[in-house]
T-cell receptor, first 110, second 114 residues
Framework: DAKTTQPNSMESNEEEPVHLPCNHSTISGTDYIHWYRQLPSQGPEYVIHGLTSNVNNRMASLAIAEDRKSSTLILHRATLRDAAVYYCILRDVNDYKLSFGAGTTVTVRA | EADIYQTPRYLVIGTGKKITLECSQTMGHDKMYWYQQDPGMELHLIHYSYGVNSTEKGDLSSESTVSRIRTEHFPLTLESARPSHTSQYLC?????????????FGNGTRLTVT
């Protein structure tokens, strides 16, 4: 799997937006960009995925650079419940498995 | 909401015991996975299955074994537990759409071997 690079940690204030960057300069044309998050003492949870176009769902938005070498996960209004480790993962269209990196630990201040 | 269940949630057991960690899903997913995660560390894939009677080893070598006799059930077994097996074990499943099907995770079994 192609590798991704994320900051180790980020802090945010409650009700403010959070922008989580992810670099994936070696992404291939068949790699989807997936985001998962892991709340304390729980298994990872799917957040969103995309290929080329920006994507929105009820949890977050995914902004993908035009050259696909980077992406940003956007949490529009952070809540205390959004405090988690966020993983940016590349997954080939022909693959079912996921390989997790270290992720970004997000802290939300009340 | 995903329906994937792991039991037990916590297990403390002595060295040398045989243990089986249970994982069941009610979504009819073909694909199932086991990940291992030490506290504060990354998840590592240790086993996966693409269907009944199909099992493969993952990226991280593990002394555990798995079986897939029924679609909904994917147990993991340690024949002789050791302190080095102390970790969290997470089970997941996904459906068959390549590259895009999200993985649904259980809440894990936290294993401590004394």
């Amino acid at each position: 799997d192609a590798k991704t690079t994320q900051p180790n940690s980020m802090e945010s204030n409650e009700e403010e937006p959070v922008h989580l960057p992810c670099n994936h300069s070696t992404i291939s044309g068949t790699d989807y960009i997936h985001w998962y998050r892991q709340l304390p003492s729980q298994g990872p949870e799917y957040v969103i995925h995309g290929l080329t176009s920006n994507v929105n769902n009820r949890m977050a938005s995914l902004a993908i650079a035009e050259d696909r070498k980077s992406s940003t996960l956007i949490l529009h209004r952070a809540t205390l419940r959004d405090a988690a480790v966020y993983y940016c993962i590349l997954r080939d269209v022909n693959d079912y498995k996921l390989s997790f990196g270290a992720g970004t630990t997000v802290t939300v201040r009340a | 909401e995903a329906d994937i269940y792991q039991t037990p949630r916590y297990l403390v057991i002595g060295t040398g015991k045989k243990i089986t960690l249970e994982c069941s899903q009610t979504m009819g997913h073909d694909k199932m996975y086991w990940y291992q995660q030490d506290p504060g560390m990354e998840l590592h894939l240790i086993h996966y299955s693409y269907g009944v009677n199909s099992t493969e080893k993952g990226d991280l070598s593990s002394e555990s074994t798995v079986s897939r006799i029924r679609t909904e059930h994917f147990p993991l077994t340690l024949e002789s537990a050791r302190p080095s097996h102390t970790s969290q074990y997470l089970c997941a499943s996904s459906e068959t759409r390549q590259g895009v099907s999200p993985l649904h995770f259980g809440n894990g079994t936290r294993l401590t071997v004394t």
